[in-house]
């Protein structure tokens, strides 16, 4: 079990990935042991209730998961387990993501989904937050954390602007 994930890295196609991989580049860089999965809460909601329902058993902490459009996807998810689901709105042809985002943030009251900004910024969070979980049981990852704090802090000190001509 030494290797088995704590993390679900999950999304509605493969066309997500481009936003997605962001959390999982954080992830990776964390040390954080994840899987990546493409589970659609429309074309294979078999696979999406068998997802969810196993989360818990098998060690999941916290599923990341991104959808754009009508994105049901994080809120199916909790709706099958007690693992926090992380939900990230995917930028979307037409509405930008806005439609992503109210539907993944809009969950009624009884299923909560945790919701992140649209596209890298919001996977790249949720994927940073999912270390603040793991890290209240987890020291080593507490100091990764701060370590990564503190090299955000030093490279915008170390910022320079240019003259004005
Ligand atoms: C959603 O529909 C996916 O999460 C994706 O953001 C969007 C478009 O999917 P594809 O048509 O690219 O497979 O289910």
């Known amino acids: 079990m030494m290797n088995a994930p704590q ?7 493969s066309s997500d990935w481009e936003v997605m991989k962001h959390a999982a580049i954080l992830l990776k860089q964390l ?5 990546t999965r493409v589970v659609s809460a429309h074309r294979t909601p078999d696979l999406l209730y068998e997802y969810a329902a196993s989360a818990e058993a098998r060690g999941l902490k916290a599923i990341i998961a991104g959808a754009g459009g009508a994105a049901h996807l994080p809120g199916m998810i909790a709706s099958k387990t007690i693992v926090p689901v992380l939900g990230v709105p995917v930028p979307s042809k037409y509405l930008k993501g806005m439609d992503s985002l109210l539907s993944i943030v809009q969950m009624p009251k009884g299923i909560p989904v945790a919701t992140f900004a649209i596209g ?24 990764q954390l701060n370590d990564f704090r503190r090299g955000q802090s030093d490279s915008v000190l170390a910022m320079e602007l240019p003259d004005v001509d």
């Open 7 to 13: 993390v679900g890295v999950v999304m509605g196609s």
């Open 120 to 143: 890298e910024a919001g996977a790249a969070n949720a994927a940073l937050f999912a270390a603040s979980l793991i890290a209240r049981y987890d020291n080593g990852l507490a100091e």
């Open 31 to 35: 040390g954080i042991h994840f899987e």
